[in-house]
C-alpha cells in the first residue's frame, strides 16, 4: 500500500513559477512509477508527466513539455513536480498518483493523492 499526500498549491500569476510535491508512506515507494495529473473545472483529469522508479525514464504532456520537469527523490519518499512559465491554463487540481510503469493512461496508476489546487491569474 502506499499513501500519496500532495502539497504545494496555490495562486500564481501567469510566467510566475510553483513546485508541487507528493509525499508517498509505504516501503514500496522506491518501486513505483509515479505520474502526475491534473484536472480543470469541467473537464477530465488528463497526464502531465510520469517517471519511473528509477528516474531513468521520464514522460510529459504536449501541453507542458519545456515547462514542466518531473523528478522524484527515493530517499525522501517524494516526487515533485517543478512547473515553470506557468499559464492560467495550467489552472487545475494536480494529482500524484503511483503505477507499476510511467504510462500517460490514467487506469494505469493504482494509488491517487487528494490533490492540490493551482490556480493562475491572468
Known amino acids: 500500500q502506499v499513501q500519496l499526500v500532495e502539497s504545494g498549491g496555490g495562486l500564481v500569476e501567469a510566467g510566475g513559477s510553483r513546485t508541487l510535491s507528493c509525499a508517498a508512506s509505504g516501503r514500496s515507494f522506491r518501486f513505483q512509477s509515479m505520474g502526475w495529473f491534473r484536472q480543470a473545472p469541467g473537464k477530465e483529469r488528463e497526464f502531465v508527466a510520469s517517471i519511473s522508479a528509477s528516474s531513468v525514464y521520464t514522460y510529459y504532456a504536449d501541453s507542458v513539455k519545456g515547462r514542466f520537469t518531473i523528478s522524484r527523490d527515493n530517499a525522501k519518499n517524494t516526487v515533485y513536480l517543478q512547473m515553470n512559465s506557468l499559464k492560467p491554463d495550467d489552472t487545475a487540481v494536480y494529482y500524484c498518483?503511483?503505477?507499476?510503469?510511467?504510462?500517460?493512461?490514467?487506469?494505469?496508476?493504482?494509488?491517487w493523492g487528494q490533490g492540490t489546487q493551482v490556480t493562475i491569474s491572468s
Open positions: 498518483a503511483g503505477g507499476v510503469r510511467p504510462a500517460v493512461e490514467i487506469t494505469e496508476y493504482n494509488y
